[in-house]
Structure formats: structure tokens, C-alpha cells
T-cell receptor, first 111, second 116 residues
Framework: SQQGEEDPQALSIQEGENATMNCSYKTSINNLQWYRQNSGRGLVHLILIRSNEREKHSGRLRVTLDTSKKSSSLLITASRAADTASYFCATDAGSGSRLTFGEGTQLTVNP | DAGITQSPRHKVTETGTPVTLRCHQTENHRYMYWYRQDPGHGLRLIHYSYGVKDTDKGEVSDGYSVSRSKTEDFLLTLESATSSQTSVYFC???????????????FGPGTRLTVL
């Protein structure tokens, strides 16, 4: 079963708007990572947040982590058409050197 | 981009035939992974390796075997392909596992396998 579940499954916004995606997980984690996948390509790492961190920024990306609620959110500010992709959260629950991926959120940014 | 290649990139085969997918890295990373990606399931781990000749099963390992005889190559074999193994297969590598957990994974371009 998937450790992480993203919400929503699909999100469509206009260029310039902010996009927020959420991830919930079930067990304690060491860290949580977000990846992006453009259509037909491999996943690309975006950002990693450790279990003792609450918020992290990278460019237009902002990630929050609430370990008490077992949830994380990814905010993309001032979205661009090039941000159109699927976004996945992945958790490291300490079970060996493995990540468990959610099913992803499909983000469409309309020009 | 991390130096990861997968071969072949596309393959069509028939039920019951053996298939081997290859992942090659030039990063000298210790960890290598095979995932499959299917609609509605995200990425699911098939097998992974934490060193030469050291491998372990993931959540969907039935029907698959792997081998890693040298650091740079990780092979995924379907001994007798079935239609349920039609999927996109991704290889990933990771360099370190610190005390804080798994490091970033870098993904290959994927192999699209169709089993008729």
C-alpha cells in the first residue's frame, strides 16, 4: 500500500496563481521529499524536508511538514506554464534505504 | 543530470518470454532501485541494491529478479513476462544514507515495456 497520498489528484490553475498540493502519510518518517515528473520523463527531485524541520524554501517552492498530523504541503508560487507536471511526495520511513511514493498530483498551469 | 541510462527505452515482447532491462550509472552511487509506474498506483518499488551483489525485495517483487555484479550496472529480469508486467520501469540511484535518512534519488529516463 502507498505510504503517501497526495491531494488533490488533479489541479488546474492559471499562470501567475499559486498551486498547493498536500501529502498525507501513515507512519513516522525520517524525511519527506517532493519530486516532479514531466510527461514521459523520469522524476526530478525538488526538495527534501527532514522530520525535525517544519518549513523549507527553494526558489518559488515552499514545503511545510506537520509530523503531528502526518502531512506535508507543497506550495508553488507565481506558477508558470512550465510548472505543468505531476508532483509526487515520497517518504523515508527508515525501512532500509527506500522511499515510498504517493500516487501524485497532476498540475496543469494554463497560459 | 545524473549519469543514468536505461536500455532499452522501449520494448514489445510476448507473454512467456524472458526480458532483461539494464540500468547503467556513471556516478559511483551505492544504492540502485527499480520501480514500476502504473496509472493509479504511482511508483512502486520492485527491488533495490545497497551494494555489489547486495539486493533486497521491494513491495512488488513477485515475477522479477535482479542482479548487480558491478557498481555501475543493475539488471532487472522478468523470467517469463506476463501482460500484468506491462508498465513503465524506472531505475533510480542514491548516493548516501546519512543518519537522517535516505538521500535524494536520481531517476533514469524510463523503459516502456509492453507484454502482448
Amino acid at each position: 500500500s502507498q505510504q503517501g497520498e497526495e491531494d488533490p489528484q488533479a489541479l488546474s490553475i492559471q499562470e501567475g496563481e499559486n498551486a498547493t498540493m498536500n501529502c498525507s502519510y501513515k507512519t513516522s518518517i525520517n524525511n519527506l521529499q517532493w519530486y516532479r515528473q514531466n510527461s514521459g520523463r523520469g522524476l526530478v527531485h525538488l526538495i527534501l524536508i527532514r522530520s525535525n524541520e517544519r518549513e523549507k524554501h527553494s526558489g518559488r517552492l515552499r514545503v511545510t511538514l506537520d509530523t503531528s498530523k502526518k502531512s506535508s504541503s507543497l506550495l508553488i508560487t507565481a506558477s508558470r506554464a512550465a510548472d505543468t507536471a505531476s508532483y509526487f511526495c515520497a517518504t523515508d520511513a527508515g525501512s532500509g534505504s527506500r522511499l515510498t511514493f504517493g500516487e501524485g498530483t497532476q498540475l496543469t498551469v494554463n497560459p | 543530470d545524473a549519469g543514468i541510462t536505461q536500455s532499452p527505452r522501449h520494448k514489445v515482447t510476448e507473454t512467456g518470454t524472458p526480458v532483461t532491462l539494464r540500468c547503467h550509472q556513471t556516478e559511483n552511487h551505492r544504492y540502485m532501485y527499480w520501480y514500476r509506474q502504473d496509472p493509479g498506483h504511482g511508483l512502486r518499488l520492485i527491488h533495490y541494491s545497497y551494494g555489489v551483489k547486495d539486493t533486497d525485495k521491494g513491495e512488488v517483487s513477485d515475477g522479477y529478479s535482479v542482479s548487480r555484479s558491478k557498481t555501475e550496472d543493475f539488471l532487472l529480469t522478468l523470467e517469463s513476462a506476463t501482460s500484468s508486467q506491462t508498465s513503465v520501469y524506472f531505475c533510480a540511484i542514491s548516493g548516501t544514507r546519512t543518519s537522517e535518512g535516505t538521500d535524494t534519488q536520481y531517476f533514469g529516463p524510463g523503459t516502456r515495456l509492453t507484454v502482448l
